[in-house]
């Protein structure tokens, strides 16, 4: 039988159900993990040995703080240990409830959710969300609330139609040269508004993640030489162990053809302590490699992540960031600017912003798509070029990645095309041999 890939690499085995799902049940929760470290100061353990030097990570000091409150038997040396934060993730209402303030819609609404995408946040990031506000904009980003359970129209489980794109289980073919091979169901943290969420956190499902799973896709990659491009993603595809990574890494640069591999990953923004020095060799072996984090919010931006951006880019891993607009929670030029400054700090571009896909359950974090162009409208021109992603719409039923830009062409005034720049101001250039713009003149003018 095939092994499952994914959940395995985070979760020891005492800790999981047989079907290979985390089990609440058996899981320790912070109150057993403070309960069984304290003790009475003659019978403490030796402390646990610090790890090398090259292993710390800075610990800030809300992340001190709340390790403090939470988990208050526990070193710095396990904090930093990230199969120690994988395993005490927070994932059941009793965990929620020692970590925060719970409002009763937060209550019900993690009380009601069953299947995929579970509640799983990680004692790192939980540590950047504000305990007693459930308006806090990491909070409600992993947090469920009621209306996760509203349906409005427009909304689908598989929004961008990628299981009907899939050209082998977990391999979507969609553009002509490049695919994305869904690795792993695994994530450390699940976001609310997640594009897959109808199979993430759930193995077992419609993607079973399994060896032969892997081998049907490499081989469909390895009969396909226009394929030059492949995106790995999941779930999480960091969250796998380093020999897993190294295996699937090894046999997609064994592929002639491939000319690029890319991975998309939260784990530096969530879980940065799973960059070790072993995962930056291991990921070194494959250059060139190149990453995309998903980053949301400037609370992101702590010395814990530098310190992980920073350990890929010295490995010349070029980095980019993803990043979902969200109602309430990042939709304004005062809440990105400071975030894509702060990765262009920690040398990553930002690349993409994304209007929130029509999942099923998410019009609460949609926006209107105005508000993306504002946006952008916003930072070009105000700010560095660096800093200003694509604004980019993922059309519903399979289309792709359409970009979205405001509208900088005003008209034309006979060889001349009018533009407008990002102060308002109208300037021409002589255009002779061009009609950009004639339409809307015309419009004018009628
Ligand atoms: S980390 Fe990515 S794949 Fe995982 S839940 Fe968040 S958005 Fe979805």
């Excluded at 209402?93 to 993690?110: K, P």
């Excluded at 009601?112 to 459930?134: E, F, N």
């Excluded at 977990?170 to 091979?181: A, Q």
């Excluded at 998309?264 to 291991?282: A, C, D, E």
Aim: one cysteine or more; glycine letters at 8%; charged letters at 25%.
């Amino acid at each position: 039988m095939d092994s499952v890939i994914g959940a395995e690499p985070l979760e020891p085995p005492s800790s999981r159900s047989s079907n290979g799902h985390a089990s609440n049940g058996s899981a320790a929760t912070p109150s057993q993990t403070a309960r069984s470290r304290v003790a009475p100061a003659n019978q403490r353990p030796i402390p646990v040995k610090t790890p090398p030097r090259s292993e710390t990570f800075p610990l800030s000091k809300a992340a001190l703080a709340f390790r403090d409150r939470v988990f208050p038997g526990a070193t710095t040396a396990e904090w930093n240990d990230w199969r120690w934060q994988a395993r005490n993730r927070i994932r059941s209402i009793e965990h929620l409830e020692r970590a925060f303030d719970l409002s009763a819609d937060e209550r019900e609404a993690v009380s009601r959710h069953k299947g995929s995408l579970p509640v799983g946040i990680t004692p790192y990031y939980a540590s950047l969300m504000a305990q007693g506000d459930a308006m806090d904009p990491l909070r409600r980003t992993h947090i469920p609330v009621g209306q996760e359970y509203l349906r409005t129209p427009g909304e689908a489980d598989d929004p961008l139609g990628e299981d009907g794109d899939a050209a082998a289980p977990g391999l979507v073919h969609r553009y002509p040269d490049r695919v994305l091979f869904l690795a792993t169901g695994f994530c450390s943290t699940y976001c609310r508004y997640c594009t897959r969420s109808r199979m993430v956190g759930e193995p077992g499902g419609e993607y079973t993640f399994s060896h032969s799973q892997w081998d049907k896709a490499l081989d469909y990659i390895e009969a396909h030489p226009e394929i030059r491009d492949v995106l790995i993603s999941g779930g999480d595809p960091l969250t796998m162990a380093d020999e897993k990574l190294d295996y699937l890494l090894g046999r997609l640069h064994a592929i002639k053809h491939l000319e690029f591999i890319r991975m998309g990953s939260k784990v530096p923004v969530v879980l940065p302590q799973r960059i070790t020095r072993n995962l930056i060799r291991t990921l070194k072996r494959h250059n060139p490699l190149w990453l995309s984090i998903h980053f949301t919010h400037p609370a992101e931006l702590t010395p814990e992540v530098t310190e992980a951006c920073n350990r890929l880019a010295d490995a010349g891993i070029p980095l980019g960031s993803q990043t979902v607009l969200l109602k309430d929670i990042n939709d304004s030029v005062d809440v990105l600017k400071p975030l894509f400054h702060g990765l262009l700090m920690r040398r990553v571009r930002p690349y993409y912003l994304y209007q929130c896909d029509p999942i099923s359950g998410s019009a609460h974090f949609r926006t209107p798509v105005e508000k993306g162009l504002e946006i952008i409208r916003g930072l070009r021109g105000h700010t560095s070029g660096y800093a200003v992603p694509s604004f980019v719409v993922d059309a519903p039923g399979g289309g792709g990645k359409i970009p979205l830009l405001p509208d900088y062409v005003v008209g034309r005034d006979g060889d001349d095309l009018l533009l407008t720049n990002y102060e308002g101001g109208t300037y021409r250039y002589p255009d002779p041999d061009g009609t950009l713009g004639a339409v809307l003149a015309k419009g004018r003018a009628a």
